[in-house]
């Protein structure tokens, strides 16, 4: 049943063999939410986002994906993903931006099976909604790092998705387009789609995002991203080195 929430991670558990990489993890996303969801590298970002995307199964805890169990959850065409390693073509990788744009849903549609005409107006709309429209015919390796991200929004978009998660997606984007980027994120955000954007980057998302998330194990802050801004300069940083707790009375001893 739907309750307006699109992801839920309650009490949520994970360890590879020996090592604890989650532990009791409680989080939830509602509709029309940009969450920023920040850790250090090695935080156990990329697992939680396999655990929410079914790739992994937690040792403990539970997971709802729009309201439902996500062992009973099918609609996965309902949740988008862009990955850190989504822009690195090599100069002969031999796609149009719009055969990449689309090659989301001919991998749905199943191998040699045409796109349909609704297809082809799905990726048209959706290289529009990332401003590729007039690439549409150039081949994917000849563009920017931010420009074939974008590319790749475009092919998680054509799905028409509610959720789109996005990891690391400025790593490879030049510094002059990683501001482009974020506008084009919020404005998304503005039309209803609801995002989570992970990053070990804290300083480049807390004036994008709505609401942040952050990991080390354990989630030791979330909120409003104007409630994480007060938490001041230096718990920020304290945090990427230390449980905040634990530095609050390491501080306390030094005084
Ligand atoms: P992040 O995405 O925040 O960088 P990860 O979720 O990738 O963090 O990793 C968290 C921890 O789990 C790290 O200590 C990493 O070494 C470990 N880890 C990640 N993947 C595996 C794996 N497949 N097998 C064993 N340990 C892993």
Known sequence: MENGLVVQIEDVSFRYENENVLEHVSLTVPKGAFLGLVGPNGSGKSTLLKCVLGLLKPNSGRIFLFGEPIESFREWHRIGFVSQKANSFNRSFPATVEEVAASGLAAKRGLFRPLTHEDRRAVE????AVGLSGLAKRNIAELSGGQQQRVFIARALASKPDLLILDEPTVGVDARHVHEFYELLGDLNRRGLTLILVTHDIGTITDRVTDIAC????????????????LGNEAISQFYGHPLHVLSHEHERAE
């Open 215 to 230: 990991l080390n194990k354990r989630l030791y802050f979330h909120g409003k991203a104007e409630e994480f801004e007060h």
């Open 125 to 128: 709309a959706a290289l529009a």
